[in-house]
T-cell receptor
């Protein structure tokens, strides 16, 4: 039982490049989330998916798109990366949504030069 | 969501109880209090949550005041592995917002 798996673990991009961060969970959870964490700060919610087929904006959605591919997978895409998107990105999942505990992946460290 | 206020840092002696305070004076009736922690640069780990009543699990205890305006997370016997950033979050929906948290250092 791997829990929440994120790929890649590290990535370096040049400004303007695009990439997709992948996230998969094997706990049959309904809800999935993408957060970013800047140095010395807490986590901020980018997008979330309450259930398969739905996605909604979080606190800081600008510059990102998401796809809930199926119940297991939730991807985050940067269409044109900017240095301000240098951060650590965490994916999380929960069983039914609010008031359920979140399980986090180990993170993707992204640098945009 | 209601905002929370936590001390930026605190030290604790190994083997002693660690009491982590959190103020949430603007909490509304349907908002839960959650505690998570983050060790080094790992993904946050759920600790405990509650609405009104005090809660206890294998990791910690959560004490919520009667007016719900503040709470305390208690780690009963702190170990070196409990050194982490602890986040107190108040929310009623999907949007859990993690602030700066409290950096807890457990010393031998």
């Amino acid at each position: 039982n791997a829990g929440v798996t994120q790929t890649p673990k590290f990535q370096v991009l040049k400004t303007g490049q695009s990439m997709t961060l992948q996230c998969a969970q094997d706990m049959n959870h309904n809800s999935m989330y993408w957060y970013r964490q800047d140095p010395g700060m807490g986590l901020r919610l980018i997008y979330y998916s309450a259930s398969e087929g739905t996605t909604d904006k979080g606190e800081v959605p600008n510059g990102y798109n998401v796809s809930r591919l199926n119940k297991r997978e939730f991807s985050l895409r940067l269409e044109s990366a900017a240095p301000s998107q240098t951060s650590v990105y965490f994916c999380a999942s929960s069983a039914t949504g609010p008031n359920e505990k979140l399980f986090f992946g180990s993170g993707t460290q992204l640098s945009v030069l | 969501d209601a905002k929370t206020t936590q001390p930026p840092s605190m030290d604790c002696a190994e083997g002693r109880a660690a009491n982590l305070p959190c103020n949430h004076s603007t909490i509304s009736g349907n908002e839960y209090v959650y505690w998570y922690r983050q060790i080094h640069s790992q993904g946050p780990q759920y600790i405990i949550h509650g609405l009104k009543n005090n809660e206890t699990n294998e990791m910690a205890s959560l004490i919520i005041t009667e007016d719900r305006k503040s709470s305390t997370l208690i780690l009963p016997h702190a170990t070196l592995r409990d050194t982490a950033v602890y986040y107190c979050i108040v929310s009623s929906d999907y949007k859990l917002s993690f602030g700066a948290g409290t950096t807890v250092t457990v010393r031998a």
